[in-house]
């Protein structure tokens, strides 16, 4: 079992930046892990994920303003959001995976991902 926390997220004005952090606990070994949102009325997409040598995916909607990073030896994972706009609007969430990083469409993969944090909310006004 692997527990994770997310933690970071708030209210911002468009164009602002914005650090969500994941910590995971428990049985530790995850291979994928990634950030996944969801608005109001939306399904959860797929984010960023990263693997265990580092890389990455990113959706095309935030490639170039997003970074995703990780520390295995932590097991810790962070979302780095720039030059948010108000579409950006959701809850985040954490997830992560024993087996590969697969993707959909470009995204990662919602369904491949078998652990998942509770979220955290992520505002940007306009």
């Known amino acids: 079992q692997v527990q994770l926390m997310e933690s970071g997220g708030g209210s911002v004005q468009a164009g602002g930046s914005l650090r969500l952090s994941c910590a995971a606990s428990g049985s530790t070994y995850t291979n994928c892990m990634g950030w996944f949102r969801q608005a109001p009325g939306k399904e959860r997409e797929g984010v960023a994920a990263i693997d265990r040598i580092g890389s990455t995916i990113y959706a095309d909607s935030v490639k170039g303003r997003f970074t995703i990073s990780k520390d295995n030896a932590k097991n810790s994972l962070v979302l780095q959001m720039n030059s948010l706009k108000p579409e950006d609007t959701a809850m985040y969430y954490c997830?992560?995976?024993?087996?590969?990083?697969?993707?959909?469409?470009?995204?990662?993969?919602?369904?491949?991902?078998?652990?998942w944090g509770q979220g955290t909310q992520v505002t940007v006004s306009s």
């Open positions: 997830a992560a995976s024993g087996d590969y990083c697969y993707t959909r469409n470009g995204r990662p993969y919602a369904p491949a991902f078998g652990y």
